[in-house]
């Protein structure tokens, strides 16, 4: 290999840093993750910090997106002009053997200008926009950090022949359960939760033991059954040790679910491209979770986790790889 392996990471969420942060720790001193907001948070791989895109003021709406050739390319702002920068600094400096982008279209075309080879990370949902469409023909690869079972119905063939698909990019590793009570999780890209419908169900369900982990708007919360633990970084330990998790449809979430092998109630949320309903509904058609789609009455709890508790888990398991990050770094690196 003649110089590194640069992974762009995504900062909407947090599950674009936990993918990087799984594969680059399978094959050390491979990779440098390259992203904003990554100080401290890089768990000793080596990055590089980029300005944000979404920062400063933006002096024109005109150009968010670029006819059928970007989604995002604001006029005059100087954060993106800084990431754009730095990205080619580093690559002139570095000269990478290969570039991950999980995920801008925008990144995957810098690199190609920058005559470096590009490997896309395609998530769920309908990709089939031209700007997409580009970045899968410009790439020398396409990674899918799902199983072959959960990808949506309408992906072009020239697309799934051209996608190595890497189920497994998580933490966790089927522990046991411990805790056996029911996990809410909300995410750092998603709606906050909200207290009112947490307090109704626990308690509609007093026999069972509530625990909330993600952002919750302050609110006195009196339920002995119900613990508000805010955000807390052993997410995936969190997930291990419940009997039931509640969740949105993110890659990240549904991955250490997964993973993990435990029921789940799925509540995906709206985002670009349907990229949480297309992955919620081939959950649902694969009878491994319970979907719904906004938080449901309280009197419908009990039955909802009764339904949770009688999914094919087996089913649910045969989705995961344990090996999935070795894998994925070993196909990565076989493309040098």
Request: aromatic content about 6%; proline content about 7%.
């Amino acid at each position: 290999m003649n110089g590194p392996i640069g992974y762009y990471v995504h900062h909407h969420g947090d599950g674009h840093r936990q993918r990087a942060l799984t594969i680059a720790k399978a094959a050390p001193g491979c990779f440098t993750l390259l992203g904003s907001g990554l100080t401290g948070r890089s768990e000793g791989i080596s990055y590089v910090d980029l300005a944000d895109d979404y920062s400063g003021k933006i002096h024109s709406e005109s150009g968010i997106g670029v006819g059928e050739s970007l989604h995002y390319a604001p006029h005059g702002h100087d954060g993106i002009r800084q990431r754009v920068a730095v990205l080619s600094d580093w690559i002139m400096r570095e000269k990478p053997a290969l570039m991950i982008v999980d995920v801008s279209v925008e990144v995957a075309m810098l690199a190609r200008l920058t005559s470096t080879p590009m490997v896309y990370v395609r998530l769920s949902g309908n990709r089939n926009d031209p700007p997409h469409l580009d970045a899968f023909r410009a790439a020398v690869a396409v990674i899918a950090p799902f199983h072959r079972d959960l990808d949506g119905p309408d992906v072009a063939a020239w697309v799934i022949k051209k996608t190595a698909y890497v189920p497994g990019l998580s933490r966790v590793h089927g522990w046991p359960i411990l805790q056996g009570g029911i996990l809410v999780v909300g995410g750092r890209g998603g709606s906050p939760l909200d207290l009112g419908n947490l307090a109704a169900a626990a308690a509609a369900t007093p026999d069972k033991r509530w625990r909330v982990i993600g952002p919750v708007p302050s609110q006195k919360n009196t339920l002995p059954n119900l613990v508000i633990a805010g955000w807390v970084e052993n997410i995936d330990e969190e997930i291990a040790n419940a009997g039931i998790v509640v969740g949105q449809a993110g890659d990240g979430l549904v991955s250490a679910v997964i993973a993990a092998g435990r029921p789940f109630i799925c509540l995906p949320e709206e985002r670009p491209f349907d990229e949480q309903k297309v992955k919620a509904r081939r959950l649902e058609s694969l009878g491994v979770a319970v979907v719904l789609e906004s938080w449901p009455p309280a009197i419908e709890w009990p039955g909802l986790l009764r339904r949770a508790q009688r999914l094919n888990l087996s089913k649910l398991r045969s989705l995961h790889d344990p090996d999935g990050a070795a894998r994925a770094a070993t196909f990565l690196k076989s493309l040098l």
